[in-house]
């Protein structure tokens, strides 16, 4: 019997006409590739190896994430923005939490800020190891990736000491964290910190002034500033187009205001640069989670903020007070009613600027969500930054725009 399930990305891929020449030569890179960090197709035009013509196709993960949001009341949506950007999960736990706080105008206790910082940026660090790792690997450095997991996975051991999970850590909650830190917790960040610069000078020795490394990089996928601008291109992006602008510096958000520590910037505008670019990232991160170990060590005990009519009590009073279990039993199966109201909160994530744009209507789950998803807009720029280049440049571009698949889809 003939299948009659309708393919649905059948008519917009049959809408896309090249026009082209006989000696050009139309091929399809994915959806199922090595390379496409994820479930993305390239519909190149190559005139021999050269790419005249770059159409990215999106949605092969589609889970309809944001119309979940207005189906789940807001604490129930929280897990869920642990699969947008999977590998900086607490990232996009925070945007989310960080929106709503600011729905509820609630501000969460110094300590809490504190261990969000300390998440923010250890997830910074995995994200850059494992982008480091798989792009060095893409364009054919086998070692570099070995060393670079080998720090991941002690940053994963602190995460999962914390939370108990090392992917998908729902570490965050509307108005503060779950736990406060286990003892030696941040006795073992500490002797992270002192160990990670060198760690970093270590893959900078393998590939920084490796001839094949700057052959595969310098020169290639060359963005200019207005084009970084044109395209909404935020992050290590944009900087390594000599845009200074980081959002926890421009609009600081958590402890950033407090920390100190600069925001690197490249001119050239090639993926070169862009690496240079990340490797310090890694150790201004590094700089900040020392301050943030003494930021820690001088905070008041005090984990979620107080707010009755919107967040559940302390463990110790719901088990103990009539009042603080009959409020956790409403919040929990109807969910709070935030104010009307509409909100855009935006952070720095890993890959660039991540914002949640919350309409509220009073009711317990959103009327409206929307995620600005960093790597959506940079997906984008595929059909303009891909053209003129080789099809081994593409692997070079894929990696080094540090994607993921996760939260384009959404």
Same mark, same amino acid.
């Given at each position: 019997?003939?299948?009659?399930?309708?393919?649905?990305?059948?008519?917009?891929?049959?809408?896309?006409?090249?026009?082209?020449?006989?000696?050009?030569?139309?091929?399809?890179?994915?959806?199922?590739?090595?390379?496409?960090?994820?479930?993305?197709?390239?519909?190149?035009?190559?005139?021999?190896?050269?790419?005249?013509?770059?159409?990215?196709?999106?949605?092969?993960?589609?889970?309809?994430? /944001? %119309?979940?949001?207005?189906?789940?009341?807001?604490? =129930?949506? !929280?897990? +869920?923005?642990? &699969?947008?950007?999977?590998?900086?999960?607490?990232?996009?736990?925070?945007?989310?939490?960080?929106?709503?706080?600011?729905?509820?105008?609630?501000?969460?206790?110094?300590?809490?800020?504190?261990?969000?910082?300390?998440?923010?940026?250890?997830?910074?660090?995995?994200?850059?190891?494992?982008?480091?790792?798989?792009?060095?690997?893409?364009?054919?450095?086998?070692?570099?990736?070995?060393?670079?997991?080998?720090?991941?996975?002690?940053?994963?051991?602190?995460?999962?000491?914390?939370?108990?999970?090392?992917?998908?850590?729902?570490?965050?909650?509307?108005?503060?964290?779950?736990?406060?830190?286990?003892?030696?917790?941040?006795?073992?960040?500490?002797?992270?910190? /002192? %160990?990670?610069?060198?760690?970093?000078?270590?893959? =900078?020795? !393998?590939? +920084?002034?490796? &001839?094949?490394?700057?052959?595969?990089?310098?020169?290639?996928?060359?963005?200019?500033?207005?084009?970084?601008?044109?395209?909404?291109?935020?992050?290590?992006?944009?900087?390594?187009?000599?845009?200074?602008?980081?959002?926890?510096?421009?609009?600081?958000?958590?402890?950033?205001?407090?920390?100190?520590?600069?925001?690197?910037?490249?001119?050239?505008?090639?993926?070169?640069?862009?690496?240079?670019?990340?490797?310090?990232?890694?150790?201004?991160?590094?700089?900040?989670?020392?301050?943030?170990?003494?930021?820690?060590?001088?905070?008041?005990?005090?984990?979620?903020?107080?707010?009755?009519?919107?967040?559940?009590?302390?463990?110790?009073?719901?088990?103990?007070?009539?009042?603080?279990?009959?409020?956790?039993?409403?919040?929990?199966?109807?969910?709070?009613?935030?104010?009307?109201?509409?909100?855009?909160?935006?952070?720095?994530?890993?890959?660039?600027?991540?914002?949640?744009?919350?309409?509220?209507?009073?009711?317990?789950?959103?009327?409206?969500?929307?995620?600005?998803?960093?790597?959506?807009?940079?997906?984008?720029?595929?059909?303009?930054?891909?053209?003129?280049?080789?099809?081994?440049?593409?692997?070079?571009?894929?990696?080094?725009?540090?994607?993921?698949?996760?939260?384009?889809?959404?």
């Amino acid at each position: 019997m003939e299948n009659q399930s309708p393919n649905r990305l059948r008519p917009f891929f049959e809408n896309i006409a090249f026009e082209r020449e006989d000696n050009r030569m139309v091929i399809n890179m994915g959806p199922q590739h090595p390379s496409a960090h994820g479930q993305l197709r390239l519909i190149l035009e190559l005139d021999g190896e050269m790419i005249t013509k770059a159409v990215p196709c999106v949605g092969y993960m589609h889970r309809g994430m /944001e %119309k979940m949001a207005e189906n789940m009341i807001y604490n =129930e949506f !929280l897990p +869920t923005t642990d &699969r947008m950007d999977y590998v900086a999960a607490s990232s996009t736990n925070y945007g989310f939490a960080l929106a709503v706080e600011k729905l509820l105008d609630i501000q969460a206790p110094r300590r809490a800020e504190v261990i969000r910082t300390m998440l923010l940026e250890l997830n910074r660090l995995t994200s850059h190891l494992l982008w480091l790792a798989t792009h060095a690997l893409d364009v054919g450095a086998m070692t570099i990736f070995l060393y670079a997991f080998r720090e991941r996975e002690y940053i994963l051991d602190l995460i999962e000491d914390y939370c108990g999970a090392r992917l998908t850590h729902s570490a965050v909650r509307i108005g503060g964290v779950p736990l406060d830190l286990p003892e030696g917790w941040t006795a073992k960040l500490a002797a992270f910190c /002192e %160990k990670f610069p060198s760690d970093i000078d270590d893959y =900078e020795g !393998l590939l +920084t002034k490796n &001839r094949i490394w700057k052959m595969r990089l310098e020169g290639v996928g060359v963005v200019t500033p207005e084009q970084a601008k044109s395209w909404g291109c935020t992050g290590v992006i944009l900087r390594g187009s000599g845009v200074e602008w980081d959002i926890r510096k421009e609009e600081p958000y958590a402890l950033y205001e407090e920390l100190d520590f600069d925001v690197p910037v490249a001119k050239e505008g090639d993926s070169y640069a862009r690496y240079l670019v990340y490797m310090e990232e890694m150790r201004q991160s590094t700089r900040m989670l020392k301050q943030l170990i003494r930021l820690y060590q001088e905070s008041e005990p005090g984990i979620m903020a107080h707010a009755p009519r919107y967040l559940s009590a302390p463990k110790e009073q719901i088990m103990t007070q009539n009042y603080a279990l009959m409020q956790h039993f409403v919040l929990v199966t109807q969910g709070m009613r935030p104010p009307k109201g509409e909100v855009y909160v935006a952070t720095e994530s890993p890959k660039g600027e991540l914002g949640f744009y919350i309409n509220s209507q009073g009711d317990p789950y959103p009327y409206r969500l929307k995620v600005r998803a960093p790597s959506f807009f940079h997906c984008a720029f595929y059909q303009e930054w891909m053209v003129g280049l080789y099809l081994a440049d593409v692997v070079t571009i894929l990696g080094n725009s540090n994607i993921i698949l996760g939260e384009i889809d959404r």
